[in-house]
């Protein structure tokens, strides 16, 4: 490098790669600096989220931004450490028991250090000299979950950014097959050319991502027909033979999609009735187990997923039920060779000569082309807690789900849904004084316990027995340290904060 060039390296505040000696030795003040935010916020927060709602977190990102934005003219250190302490401060405490909003977990100390490492080193599995350990590392974590759902030596799969994403990709292997076992083109041209009408299968209870999937495919959102489901939103086999059945001669069923683990009640559809009527009818079975996949751990559960090794390919996300950082989202596929739309050749990432003297890429297995190393982050979290301690986790979870539920079907002023099947768990303050929206009413609690810092917890509307849509409220144990005590201390504080907001709906009737 000439003394030009060296100078114009150096203008950059003496900041160095994160690799090299420097950059470690700068990194390693960093980290302290980022984990002593981290416990602060702890110890001054006391709750699961800081207090002051939507207003005081926009303020919170105003005074670390500043009115000259992020390229500031005064870059360094203490402003990096600024940034950690305000974010820290206002981070979701995934660890707090009372951070029950979301199917989202907090990581093991061994996944949070392979994320760091990850980070440093940099590694993608585009091609092989991008990262040779990583390449090979996904390929085995691959082997070994096609083990886990009782898929053979031909299976293959990738790591993706989510279960929307390896919803996505399910759809997209299963719309190739369809079409092309049919002779139909793949293109949209095609589609219009030969007028076929691709259709996709799922019950009323799937998640959203199925509909979305069909729209990013080029098949129109209405090309998803919904299943009936029963009382607790798992889908009804023999509608779904009524529905196929029922299916135009121009209309091509390319996927049936089961969901193991609903987003509400977590329920499992019946996969062995469905992957038999898939058999018979030479349909493509898609699981989305993105929630659901805990129970595969779990002796106790496990039987749930009876039937799961017939589906042609399922995605679940282990940075829900499996404590490591998101995204660690899996697509797996029973035969490999479906994986074919996938395949892609690049002369300068994978040439054939390359390919056949062992200089393997992934570029073939995924949508993404520099894609990040998430397969260490779950093997570090795996080896650190080895099969059972994931199963004990997973019931340890359950089994909140069940003290909550018994506590919540014992207490006049809250109503449960249903028992739980894997750990979320459902119910509405009730009361029996007349409240002219009972609905706006539980989302006002909801809203004051976030807004007060002391609780996190989630929504959606369920159908009463009148046909009228109405919120509930929804806690989601995925924490496995939680406590008796501390189900008890945040149902308390949930009974208080609705009679506080529902004082303060009299007053303002008044």
Known sequence: MNDTNRIQADAGQHIALAGTPEGLKQLRTLVDAALEAVSGAAVKRGGPVAAGGPDAAIAAVRD???????????????????????????AADLTHPAALARMQCAPTPAAAAAELLAAVLNQSLHAWESGPFALELERRLIREMAGWVGYGEG????????????????????????????????????????????????????????????????????AVVTVPVDNRGRMIPDEARRLLDGLAPDEVPIALVATAGTTDHGSFDPLPELAALTTERAIWLHVDAAYGIGALFSPRLAPLFDGLAEADSVAFDLHKFGWTPASSSILLVRDQDRMGPLAQEAVYLNPQDDEAEGYTALLGTSLQTTRRSDAF????????LGRKGMGDWVDACHDQARYAASRIAHAPDLELLAEPVLSTVIFRCRTDEAIEDESAWNAQVRRRLMADGRALLARTKVRRPNGEPQVYLKLVFLNPATTTGDIDTLLDDVVATAEEVKEGMRTEAR
Not at 377 to 384: G, V
């Open 64 to 90: 670390i931004v500043r009115s000259d934005g992020f390229m500031t003219r005064e870059p360094g250190p203490e402003r990096v450490t600024e940034l950690f302490e305000a974010y820290a401060a206002w």
């Open 155 to 222: 299976a293959s799969g990738t790591l993706t950014p989510g279960g929307s994403i390896s919803n996505l990709m399910g759809l997209l292997l299963s719309r190739d097959h369809a079409l092309g076992r049919t002779g139909g083109d793949v293109s949209q041209s095609g589609l219009a050319g030969r007028a076929l009408k691709p259709r996709i299968l799922c019950s009323a209870a799937a998640h959203f991502s199925i509909a979305r999937a069909a729209g990013f495919l080029g098949l129109g959102r209405d």
């Open 377 to 384: 982050k779950i093997a570090a979290s795996l080896l650190a």
